[in-house]
């Protein structure tokens, strides 16, 4: 498992239930970005639009846990 996080969301990633049809990336690629070391980067979009597409993950490879602000 893979985890990606920032003040206010974590991403997590499980590459064994990946099938890897691309919807992330092509949705949100400046987030999910396969030519990077680290493929997720939290910082580059809003925590809303970050959750909104990993509900579109058709595998479940993807979820999130919103952080709770101090």
Known sequence: M??????EIIVRFDPKLCIHSGICVRGLNQVFDTTRRRWVDVNAASAD???AQIGRCPSGA????RREKP
């Open 49 to 51: 639009a970050i959750a």
């Open 62 to 65: 993807l979820s999130f846990e």
């Open 2 to 7: 893979q985890e990606y996080r920032n003040d």
